[in-house]
């Protein structure tokens, strides 16, 4: 008893301290906050999945299409299967393909993006590849590679990944062709330094920010496209409850059981809209010359 | 500007064979044999023998493309492993819903999003801004399809004010043609609109600051004429060039609105080739939708000369 009482007193103590200044950050970055915050309760859900109770598999016959309450919170499918498990079990799926597409396309896109801004021949040549990449809808070419493979969440995160990387390597390489001709840069050229180490401490920090930015957004999107592909029948394997997948399965049930459909739908907004405020938010922190033109 | 637009078409050929060689190697670059992927688990050697023949996978890479890029430029996009019917007769037959969505969501977005953007620019930080930020950011992360279960649920399905599902061809009631495109189209273009939207108020905002507003409005231009003549006319390249852009957008969501809403489109046909992995179908629509996004963007630049005199190529 005493001991939590001191420890609360001095979690006040240390919120007391700290207050002002973290009201004050709330206030000027609201949608960041909010973003991450809702981010934070999916990627707690997400983790927490296997331990808490409901099991997304088990199907229930006898309460098919059970309308939310009835012993499900979110209701049953049209298998039997609690609607509330799998829309959790879903953040995992949707999380993990989000997450890895983005670290993925900003890896390879930097890699790709340095070497275009930084070696003039492989400039132009490079950069037609990445506008014809370009020029292939995204959701496309997803749908062909995984036509073309078995369906795994893998294929669908390697597909999902090939179009995004372009959009990287123009924003870096923009960036590098816009820090080459500072006076800083060609201080360390006359200075002797060799390519590689010009590139990696000089060229190289200014990227991070953009690309911190740009990696929200694309993990936003590469969100939607992976839900997007298992609607479609080309994403996650049907097995996985994916939100995709769990949409895509309740269709013919819209009028009946309209909690099939928009559970795993609110759950997928509600995720990209957080990733798109963090974004937003971060944009208007590191990157102020972008955030007075949106 | 005649130098500019051969230098354009030049580009434009290449990005097109760049686009080509890509779609071409997926085929070849994807792990494992693509023949037996594609026939399926159950299938028998000769049936994969026999796809891989009708593939052109038995012979060697350099020939293989040689006679796939010929028969590509002669129009000849490949012929469907299932149906054996040419792939540019299967698209030809679903090409007028597919124009038909696109059109009208065009038709409905531009101005709405233009409205929109000049709108809050004009009354930055009052309630219509704010509303049109909140369409904005709704655009950009709800899903079309599950955008469009919710409109199916409240128009159609509670309201019963419009279909739910389907398609009638124009020719044959054009009324009905007109009803079961209106749901289809606001699902497509709620993101383009968020899109659009969120550039012109970015460019009207610049605009608007300029001296020679100041001097429109001092002189007593009515506030219309001031926004869209003065304003608007003069933020219109970054606008044009984010519609072109956008039609990526739409591309993509073309199949998945056909998908929702039953629409016998090009984007339905290659969501119906995903399960039967009919590949020729998939490659030919992929080719075919990056050329229309390729030229559409080609006709976007060239438009700046028409909205913009200053911009001489």
Redesign the interface.
């Given at each position: 008893m005493s001991e939590a009482s001191a420890f609360s007193a001095r979690e006040l103590a240390a919120t007391a301290s700290v207050g002002p200044s973290r009201r004050h950050f709330v206030r000027r970055h609201p949608s960041l906050v909010a973003g991450a915050a809702i981010l934070a309760i999916f990627v707690a859900l997400a983790l927490a999945a296997p331990y808490l109770p409901g099991d997304p598999l088990t199907m229930t016959p006898a309460r098919r299409l059970s309308p939310p309450g009835s012993g499900f919170l979110l209701g049953t499918d049209a298998l039997g299967r609690d609607v509330l498990a799998r829309t959790i079990h879903g953040a995992r799926v949707s999380l993990l393909v989000g997450f890895s597409v983005a670290a993925f396309s900003v890896l390879v896109g930097l890699a790709i993006g340095l070497f275009a801004g930084s070696i003039r021949k492989a400039d132009a040549p490079l950069m037609r590849l990445m506008d014809a990449l370009m020029a292939i809808p995204a959701i496309l070419l997803a749908i062909a590679l995984v036509s073309l493979t078995r369906a795994s969440v893998t294929t669908v995160v390697i597909a999902i990944t090939i179009p995004e990387v372009p959009r990287v390597v123009r924003l870096v390489r923009s960036v590098v062709l816009g820090v080459r001709e500072q006076p800083f840069v060609e201080a360390a050229i006359a200075g002797g330094a060799r390519l590689p180490k010009i590139i990696l401490r000089h060229i190289l920090p200014s990227t991070i920010p953009p690309l911190i930015v740009q990696a929200t957004y694309i993990c936003a999107s590469a969100i939607l496209v992976e839900a997007s592909l298992s609607f479609l029948g080309a994403g996650s394997p049907p097995e996985i409850p994916s939100w995709g997948n769990m949409i895509a399965s309740s269709r013919l049930y819209l009028a009946r059981a309209p909690w099939t459909i928009f559970a795993p739908g609110i759950a997928l907004a509600l995720v990209v809209l957080a990733v798109n405020l963090v974004g937003d938010g971060l944009r208007d922190r590191l990157d102020p010359r972008l955030a007075r033109r949106m | 500007m005649i130098a500019y637009v051969a230098r354009r078409l030049a580009?434009l050929v290449?990005?097109?064979a760049?686009?080509g060689?890509?779609?071409f190697l997926?085929?070849h670059l994807?792990?494992?044999d693509?023949a037996a992927?594609?026939a399926g688990d159950n299938a028998t050697p000769e049936q994969i023998a026999g796809i891989r023949t009708k593939l052109g996978l038995d012979e060697a890479l350099p020939i293989q493309f040689l006679r796939w890029s010929t028969s590509v430029l002669s129009g000849d996009l490949g012929v469907s492993i299932f149906s054996n019917t040419p792939v540019t007769t299967l698209i030809g037959q679903r090409l007028e819903p597919t124009l038909s969505l696109a059109l009208a969501t065009l038709a409905f977005a531009v101005p709405v999003a233009l409205v929109l953007g000049v709108l809050a620019a004009w009354r930055a930080g009052s309630s219509i801004d704010r509303a049109s930020m909140i369409v904005a950011?709704?655009g950009?992360?709800?899903?079309?399809?599950?955008v469009g279960?919710?409109m199916?649920?409240v128009f159609a399905?509670t309201l019963r004010w419009f279909p739910v599902q389907g398609y009638t061809p124009f020719g044959e009631n054009i009324a009905d043609w007109a009803r079961h495109l209106v749901l289809p189209a606001l699902t497509l273009g709620l993101a383009y609109v968020a899109l659009i939207a969120?550039i012109t108020r970015?460019t009207m905002l610049?605009v608007l600051a300029e001296d020679y507003i100041r001097t429109a409005k001092a002189k007593g231009v009515a506030t219309g004429p001031m926004l869209l003549k003065h304003a608007l006319k003069n933020a219109g390249v970054p606008i044009i060039t984010v519609i072109g852009i956008g039609v990526?957008l739409l591309?993509?969501g073309v199949?998945?609105t056909e998908?929702v809403y039953n629409l016998p489109g090009v984007g339905r046909l290659?969501?119906d080739?995903?399960?039967k992995?009919d590949?020729p179908i998939?490659?030919g629509?992929?080719l075919v939708?990056?050329a229309v996004?390729?030229v559409i963007n080609l006709v976007v630049d060239l438009s700046y000369t028409l909205i913009d005199p200053r911009i001489r190529y």
């Amino acid at each position: 008893m005493s001991e939590a009482s001191a420890f609360s007193a001095r979690e006040l103590a240390a919120t007391a301290s700290v207050g002002p200044s973290r009201r004050h950050f709330v206030r000027r970055h609201p949608s960041l906050v909010a973003g991450a915050a809702i981010l934070a309760i999916f990627v707690a859900l997400a983790l927490a999945a296997p331990y808490l109770p409901g099991d997304p598999l088990t199907m229930t016959p006898a309460r098919r299409l059970s309308p939310p309450g009835s012993g499900f919170l979110l209701g049953t499918d049209a298998l039997g299967r609690d609607v509330l498990a799998r829309t959790i079990h879903g953040a995992r799926v949707s999380l993990l393909v989000g997450f890895s597409v983005a670290a993925f396309s900003v890896l390879v896109g930097l890699a790709i993006g340095l070497f275009a801004g930084s070696i003039r021949k492989a400039d132009a040549p490079l950069m037609r590849l990445m506008d014809a990449l370009m020029a292939i809808p995204a959701i496309l070419l997803a749908i062909a590679l995984v036509s073309l493979t078995r369906a795994s969440v893998t294929t669908v995160v390697i597909a999902i990944t090939i179009p995004e990387v372009p959009r990287v390597v123009r924003l870096v390489r923009s960036v590098v062709l816009g820090v080459r001709e500072q006076p800083f840069v060609e201080a360390a050229i006359a200075g002797g330094a060799r390519l590689p180490k010009i590139i990696l401490r000089h060229i190289l920090p200014s990227t991070i920010p953009p690309l911190i930015v740009q990696a929200t957004y694309i993990c936003a999107s590469a969100i939607l496209v992976e839900a997007s592909l298992s609607f479609l029948g080309a994403g996650s394997p049907p097995e996985i409850p994916s939100w995709g997948n769990m949409i895509a399965s309740s269709r013919l049930y819209l009028a009946r059981a309209p909690w099939t459909i928009f559970a795993p739908g609110i759950a997928l907004a509600l995720v990209v809209l957080a990733v798109n405020l963090v974004g937003d938010g971060l944009r208007d922190r590191l990157d102020p010359r972008l955030a007075r033109r949106m | 500007m005649i130098a500019y637009v051969a230098r354009r078409l030049a580009s434009l050929v290449v990005v097109m064979a760049l686009v080509g060689v890509c779609v071409f190697l997926l085929l070849h670059l994807a792990p494992g044999d693509p023949a037996a992927i594609i026939a399926g688990d159950n299938a028998t050697p000769e049936q994969i023998a026999g796809i891989r023949t009708k593939l052109g996978l038995d012979e060697a890479l350099p020939i293989q493309f040689l006679r796939w890029s010929t028969s590509v430029l002669s129009g000849d996009l490949g012929v469907s492993i299932f149906s054996n019917t040419p792939v540019t007769t299967l698209i030809g037959q679903r090409l007028e819903p597919t124009l038909s969505l696109a059109l009208a969501t065009l038709a409905f977005a531009v101005p709405v999003a233009l409205v929109l953007g000049v709108l809050a620019a004009w009354r930055a930080g009052s309630s219509i801004d704010r509303a049109s930020m909140i369409v904005a950011v709704t655009g950009f992360s709800a899903p079309a399809f599950v955008v469009g279960y919710l409109m199916i649920y409240v128009f159609a399905v509670t309201l019963r004010w419009f279909p739910v599902q389907g398609y009638t061809p124009f020719g044959e009631n054009i009324a009905d043609w007109a009803r079961h495109l209106v749901l289809p189209a606001l699902t497509l273009g709620l993101a383009y609109v968020a899109l659009i939207a969120r550039i012109t108020r970015a460019t009207m905002l610049e605009v608007l600051a300029e001296d020679y507003i100041r001097t429109a409005k001092a002189k007593g231009v009515a506030t219309g004429p001031m926004l869209l003549k003065h304003a608007l006319k003069n933020a219109g390249v970054p606008i044009i060039t984010v519609i072109g852009i956008g039609v990526a957008l739409l591309i993509g969501g073309v199949v998945i609105t056909e998908t929702v809403y039953n629409l016998p489109g090009v984007g339905r046909l290659v969501v119906d080739a995903i399960s039967k992995r009919d590949y020729p179908i998939i490659q030919g629509v992929i080719l075919v939708f990056s050329a229309v996004y390729v030229v559409i963007n080609l006709v976007v630049d060239l438009s700046y000369t028409l909205i913009d005199p200053r911009i001489r190529y």
